[in-house]
């Protein structure tokens, strides 16, 4: 069965610093797909980003970066010079490739940037 | 493209009254429709998957007659509570897959919740 675990339930910083958000996953596919989500307090969920199993290549999109290892079965997710917008839940997800494709979210970590 | 709107947005019945959450897909056809529901500072639980044409495949603990699942079209599901009770009150979300993004950048569309209070 697909899991996610965030072992992060809350994580403060100071505006600027650099924060990652860790991911850790179990599946028994070879096929499947992770995501991040932001949730701001209005409570509806934002896409950030989507990665398959066969694409290890890290990304970066603007302040934002993903780093995934399947060999250690983690997708961590890293905001450079954080902003206080950036404050929210955010939740990772996992969706096995053949099947069901149900997203299975992890328990999310609230980030809170201060000024 | 692949917006999901998901109506009303914030709901107040009496308990013991049946509330209908809608999900519709507004610029794509879905299939598949997921229902979640997410507690105060918990996670989305996923509660069924819902499949256009067929019954809907519910999570373990997840009560069928309570949480009625209708996908008759490939654009609309819904959720009803039935004889709602204070303990249901939460933030139900749906969402739906998006095949024409499905091996693309977007796989899965969300709407933006309903918040339901039973008193």
């Known amino acids: 069965a697909q899991k996610v675990t965030q072992a992060q339930t809350e994580i403060s910083v100071v505006e600027k610093e650099d924060v990652t958000l860790d991911c850790v996953y179990e599946?028994?596919?070879?096929?499947?797909?992770l995501f991040w989500y932001k949730q701001p307090p209005s409570g509806e969920l934002v896409f950030l980003i989507r990665?398959?199993?066969?694409?290890?290549q890290n990304e970066i999109s603007g302040r934002y970066s993903w780093n995934f290892q399947k060999s250690t079965s983690s997708f961590n997710f890293t905001i450079t010079a954080s902003q206080v917008v950036d404050s929210a839940v955010y939740f990772c997800a996992l969706s096995e490739g053949g099947g069901s494709e149900k997203l299975v979210f992890g328990k999310g970590t609230k980030l809170t940037v201060n000024p | 493209g692949a917006v999901v709107s998901q109506h009303p947005s914030r709901v107040i019945c009496k308990s013991g009254t049946s509330v209908k959450i809608e999900c519709r897909s507004l610029d794509f056809q879905a299939t598949t429709m997921f229902w979640y529901r997410q507690f105060p500072k918990q996670s989305l639980m996923l509660m069924a998957t819902s499949n256009e044409g067929s019954k809907a495949t519910y999570e373990q603990g997840v009560e069928k007659d309570k949480f009625l699942i209708n996908h008759a079209s490939l654009t609309l599901s819904t959720l009803t509570v039935t004889s709602a009770h204070p303990e249901d009150s939460s933030f139900y979300i749906c969402?739906?897959?998006?095949?024409?993004?499905?091996?693309?950048?977007?796989?899965?569309?969300f709407g933006s919740g309903t918040r339901l209070t039973v008193v």
């Open positions: 969402s739906a897959m998006n095949p024409i993004h499905r091996q693309g950048k977007y796989g899965y569309t």
């Open positions: 599946t028994r596919d070879t096929t499947y797909y």
């Open positions: 990665r398959n199993s066969f694409d290890e």
